[in-house]
């Protein structure tokens, strides 16, 4: 997964403009954001999966 799909899946998951990739913490990414775990060297397809993880009603739809 690049990470262009990555922003893509959660500007579709929770909106387009969503403070969600800078502001909520993950807990299986080291409670990093979305941003702070890809500037740390985590890949996009494990972001992507500790997201639906943590959030599998709002990712339900984007999650393959």
Do not use: Q
């Not at 990414?29 to 972001?47: I, M, Q, T």
């Amino acid at each position: 997964m690049r990470i262009s799909d990555l922003r893509e899946r959660l500007a579709l998951s929770f909106g387009v403009g969503s403070h969600f990739p800078v502001d909520i913490a993950i807990s299986e990414l080291g409670s990093r954001s979305v941003n702070e775990a890809l500037a740390h060297g985590y890949e996009p397809d494990e972001v992507w999966k500790a997201v639906c993880k943590e959030h599998p009603k709002e990712t339900e739809k984007y999650k393959y």
